[in-house]
């Protein structure tokens, strides 16, 4: 069965299972930009295939999808990423030559092997790492920029590649591709914050004190979202991976969000009156002060989390 897809531009054959433009690709293409996106879209969406026509015109215009507003190619770009065949599209969008008109940066990290369990390079683990994680965009736009940063931070040790503080790159790259992707600017520190914690690691013996940080760093939906963005990395690596430490770090959030909750600064027992009423300090970044030292105490040990308590500790401190 043929149906035309008349309000996109698009006839698919659903026998076939092929995608192809209506009437002349390349003048299509060339009035509208877009439906070269809105095709890899519909490969992304149906599972079928696009018409070799269609490919071969697309091609030939990559280069014009840098003629729309960013916020067009943003929009198609989404639906891309939160389909089921995510890893698959991007591929096509390489293939097609649009990924490297729109997003450069990803195509860095071909070729670029990884040491240790690593199976694949970094662009693979990019985009395995977004296929493994649910289709939310905050977390596919995160693992697919997670490792942005790695080939600018490659370094060579006895020929072996390694990729110091790549986390901190990754971050900022990502800050600026989804800036210039028009992305609002909550999600893009969403995914920042997302980037800039993966390589967290706690141990047996790591302080809670510095999960407890982290906790309040994300907040509830953020450290949930960065688990799973550490077990699609993890899996990234290898499907073979020992995945124990996660579990101990998965176990002890969960724990920890049901005893505790999240401990913010917000949540100290104690506030600005009190230490201009205790203390007599009254200069706003001296309150300040006290209250970070207060609440790195309260992370250490939950149960300092008392007015009197607080109040006793900051004159010990402060006096």
């Known amino acids: 069965m043929i149906k035309p897809l008349a309000n996109q ?29 809105s095709a890899v879209k519909l490969f992304c969406q149906l599972g079928f295939i696009i018409d070799s026509k269609t490919e071969k015109a697309i091609k030939t215009l990559s280069r014009r999808i840098l003629t729309l507003p960013w916020e067009k190619i943003r929009d198609e770009f989404s639906e891309i990423l939160i389909s089921d065949r995510v890893e698959e599209g991007v591929d096509k969008l390489f293939e ?9 940066e990803l195509l860095e990290g071909k070729g670029k092997n990884q040491r240790g369990d690593h199976l694949y390079d970094v662009y693979r683990h990019n985009l395995k790492t977004c296929s493994y994680v649910k289709p939310e965009l905050v977390l596919r736009l995160a693992g697919l920029l997670h490792d942005v940063g790695k080939p600018r931070c490659r370094k060579e040790k006895n ?11 990754s971050a900022q790259m990502a800050v600026e591709i989804l800036t210039r992707f ?60 020992d995945l124990s430490y996660m579990h101990r770090l998965e176990d002890k959030v969960f724990e920890l969000l049901n005893t505790e909750g999240i401990i913010s600064i917000d ?43 607080l109040i006793k500790l900051a004159a010990l401190h402060f006096k």
């Open 182 to 241: 028009k992305y609002p600017k909550p999600l893009i520190n969403q995914v920042e914050k997302l980037i800039y914690n993966h390589l967290f690691f706690y141990g047996e013996n790591s302080p809670l004190s510095k999960l407890r940080h982290l906790m309040a760093e994300m907040g509830e939906k953020g450290i949930i979202d960065l688990i799973e963005l550490l077990y699609a990395d993890r899996k990234a690596i290898n499907p073979e991976m």
């Open 96 to 104: 097609l030559g649009l990924l490297k008109e729109i997003l450069p």
């Open 9 to 37: 531009g698009f006839e698919v054959d659903y026998k076939k299972g092929v995608i192809k433009v209506l009437g002349d690709q390349e003048r299509t293409f060339i009035l509208d930009p877009l439906k070269m996106l």
């Open 159 to 169: 020929g072996i590649p390694f990729y110091p503080r790549h986390n901190i790159k």
């Open 267 to 309: 949540s100290l027992n104690i506030s600005s009156r009190d230490i201009i009423k205790n203390l007599g300090i009254k200069e706003e970044a001296e309150i300040n002060k006290v209250l970070n030292y207060l609440w790195e105490k309260v992370l250490e040990s939950p149960d300092l989390n008392k007015k009197q308590t």
